[in-house]
């Protein structure tokens, strides 16, 4: 049979038997119904592999993840294709989601480059590491919108704003697809989790959400419509239940929006058992309903629940399901494994020189590491100058492990660069570097080493505070409730507060944290997130001056965790605060009703972020001008050229993200205040000035009407350039 089905897709192309669509049919035609459901089935392989063998051999499975040793891996591959019936190549999967051995800033670190370009080089650069062992389907990118930093997943994503998310998780499906699926070095790229999973009640992985289709479309649904635009193969279905209806089992969203109005034709696979998961979820009596609501939905692949594999048969032969609806989910699998070419090339391609760590596969994470860096708070201190001693201090100081961040399967702590190493590489001849790290790791309770430290900083010119979180602190299933801190962090920074030197405070967390007191107490701060294998060399580059920090915040940073949830494109509401409110202290003894008047604020706390999404700053200061619209009337299907200059007024080099956005008064519907349509990186010298162009298709600003259509309509607009969500220059324009 098997060598049937080969000879079939040997002939095809041979004699022109047409193109994809025909080969697949022939293979169809000639597979068991068994066979079939084998295709639909993925496994973890890290479990017996005796057992993964013998159901490789039987053709039960499709697809393997969690296999990254090459040779294994072409063991198994042998047993599909040779010994199995149909002898249709597995498809080897994993979890390459920032880097593979070379590990990268975590996606919200990248996403605070605003950098597509690197960002797409990185991926591309993973793509090589990963293939070479290998993987040729990546559970990446994971692009769900999160506006609440309780949730541990934060850190896996590009933020709260669509556009960056959707231009960024388009850049990484590129990078992992390159020019080619069949290319050996090329892996399918997998949008994930659709959809809605980052907006968990309570910010508790797993829960419930509730996203009303209008906020579905114009928020959560974006930066998939992207990644399925720029070709990403396959995306996988979220364990949320929405409103109802859990995603795995969800056809309107897998089968009506996906391919009905996107015109997705990859493979759609499911989140880890959550097709099982519709019996918990209380959406399907057992398990057997759950294979037949999701199949039906329009999940391909089930991952590792085996539900297809025990009930398919049956749902099938007792004209519960359609076989029609079985072949669709095959056939949508094996034109995968088609384009990437593992019918011609089922084995983990030939290596003569190994990739892995290369050189310009380090410099590039570290390109990014660096422009993942955003400088929160700076009187001067940084770049250090005129410095003879200083003293490094703090968990993440020296924390290889906990430097790389949360999903680094294949990250090697040995090879992390961690700050206190790259300090002494690169400056540790020309200043004495102290080191005292005062507590072991973020939880460490600890104060016996606070009298060392103090006595310590009290030697040094300067002070550099390296805090944070653990890796295991973000990340699935990895929520918080408080986001201070953890340990006596806090407490170290206080007494280094009061130790009379300048203190550098450098955060590296898997998403933001609530350091008002900690920024306050501080002479500069630097976020890194979890900056990856060379997180420390970039974050010492800075802090020396050898590069200019040019990270802005992707996810807003609120005060604390009451004004949660808070994002930047949220609506006008009717009473409008205007930041002056959230003081205890201005509250009357025995205040009438009304005395501090009516708008949406807090009584304690101001309505305004600590650090707005958009917002970091740079060694040196930029203004815009000379904002200029091509015109001030638009068609509906019009570009808007946008054209704005910016000057470096500074002394040093640095690199400014320009920011589009656009807002309207009034709609069908309440529209956010500002979204962020357009954003542009320029680096200038001192006194360098450059007018910088942006487009703007008008069919950019669609979104879904009272009458539930996603249309542009016509009204007046407000275009903000700025450098960050906050503010900027102002012109107005209206679309006809
Ligand atoms: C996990 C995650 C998903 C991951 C999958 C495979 O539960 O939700 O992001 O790709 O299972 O590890």
Request: glycine share 10%.
């Amino acid at each position: 049979m098997k060598r049937f089905i080969a000879f079939i897709l040997l002939l095809t192309p041979l004699f022109g038997f047409g193109g994809e669509d025909e080969r697949i049919e022939a293979m169809l035609s000639k597979m068991s119904f068994d066979d079939k459901i084998g295709q639909l089935n993925q496994v973890d392989g890290r479990g017996d592999i005796g057992q993964l063998e013998a159901e490789i051999r039987a053709g039960r499975l499709g697809s393997v993840m969690n296999i990254v040793d090459p040779k294994l891996l072409d063991r198994l591959q042998r047993i599909a294709v040779e010994e199995s019936p149909a002898g249709i190549p597995l498809l080897f999967a994993r979890d390459v989601v920032h880097g593979f051995k070379t590990v990268l800033p975590i996606p919200l670190g990248q996403a605070a480059s605003f950098d597509e370009e690197l960002v797409e080089r990185a991926a591309r650069n993973t793509a090589v590491e990963a293939t070479e062992c290998g993987i040729r389907w990546a559970f990446a990118p994971m692009m769900d919108i999160a506006r609440d930093p309780r949730w541990g997943r934060i850190a896996e994503g590009f933020g709260e704003d669509p556009f960056l998310a959707g231009r960024l998780a388009a850049a990484v499906v590129r990078g992992y697809q390159g020019d080619s699926l069949s290319d050996p070095k090329s892996m399918a790229a997998c949008a994930k989790h659709f959809v809605g999973y980052g907006a968990a009640e309570g910010g508790r992985d797993y829960n419930t959400t509730y996203i009303p289709e209008r906020l579905l479309r114009d928020i959560y649904f974006p930066p998939f419509r992207m990644a399925v635009e720029a070709g990403c193969a396959s995306v996988m279905s979220s364990f949320n239940d929405n409103d109802g209806l859990p995603a795995t089992g969800n056809r309107w969203l897998l089968t009506d929006v996906l391919r009905g109005e996107w015109g997705f034709d990859g493979v759609v696979v499911s989140d880890w058992g959550s097709v099982a998961g519709l019996v918990p979820h209380g959406a399907a009596a057992d398990n057997r309903e759950a294979a037949k609501r999701c199949i039906t939905a329009g999940t391909d692949m089930d991952m590792s629940s085996r539900s297809y594999l025990r009930h398919l048969r049956s749902l099938v032969e007792n004209g519960e399901v359609p076989m029609e609806v079985v072949d669709e989910a095959v056939r949508r699998i094996l034109r995968l494994k088609m384009r990437l070419g593992l019918f011609e090339h089922p084995y983990a391609r030939q290596v003569t020189t190994s990739d892995l760590y290369s050189e310009k596969i380090l410099d590039d994470a570290c390109a990014l590491a660096r422009e993942a860096t955003v400088l929160l708070k700076n009187d001067g201190v940084l770049p250090l100058s005129n410095v003879r001693r200083i003293l490094v201090t703090g968990p993440m100081a020296d924390a290889p492990y906990d430097q790389l961040g949360t999903w680094t399967l294949d990250g090697d702590k040995t090879r992390t660069l961690t700050p206190i190493r790259a300090l002494r590489e690169i400056a540790g001849k020309e200043i004495e570097i102290l080191y005292e790290p005062a507590l072991a790791y973020g939880r460490d309770q600890s104060t016996a080493r606070f009298g060392r430290l103090r006595s310590l900083a009290r030697k040094a010119d300067v002070v550099l505070a390296f805090v944070g979180e653990e890796q295991i602190m973000s990340g699935e299933a990895h929520s918080l409730a408080d986001l201070n801190l953890q340990g006596a962090q806090r407490e170290m920074l206080e007494l280094l507060a009061g130790c009379g030197r300048p203190l550098v405070t450098v955060f590296m967390a898997g998403r933001p944290l609530t350091i008002e007191r900690e920024t306050e107490i501080s002479d500069a701060v630097l976020y890194a997130w979890h900056p990856g294998t060379m997180g420390g060399r970039a974050i010492a580059q800075i802090i020396l001056g050898e590069a200019s920090p040019s990270g802005k915040l992707p996810v807003t940073f609120p005060r604390c965790v009451g004004q949660i949830p808070m994002y930047y494109n949220h609506k006008h509401t009717s009473h409008r605060a205007d930041g002056s409110e959230g003081n205890l202290d201005d509250i009357p003894r025995e205040a009438v009703q009304s005395v501090m008047g009516h708008t949406s604020s807090y009584l304690d706390v101001p309505p305004t972020p600590l650090f707005p999404f958009g917002f970091g700053l740079s060694y040196t200061t930029f203004t815009l001008s000379e904002l200029q619209l091509s015109d001030t009337t638009v068609p509906a299907n019009g570009v808007l050229k946008v054209r704005v200059t910016v000057e470096n007024r500074g002394k040093r080099e640095g690199t400014e993200v320009v920011q589009l956005y656009v807002g309207r008064k009034s709609a069908s519907v309440t529209r956010p205040i500002k979204e962020l349509k357009g954003f542009r990186r320029v680096t200038l010298s001192p006194s360098e000035s450059r007018i910088i162009e942006f487009e703007l298709p008008i069919d950019e600003l669609a979104f879904c009407g009272a009458d539930r259509r996603t249309a542009v309509e016509p009204g007046s607009y407000v275009l903000t350039i700025g450098t960050d969500s906050r503010d900027g220059l102002k012109e107005h324009f209206s679309v006809k």
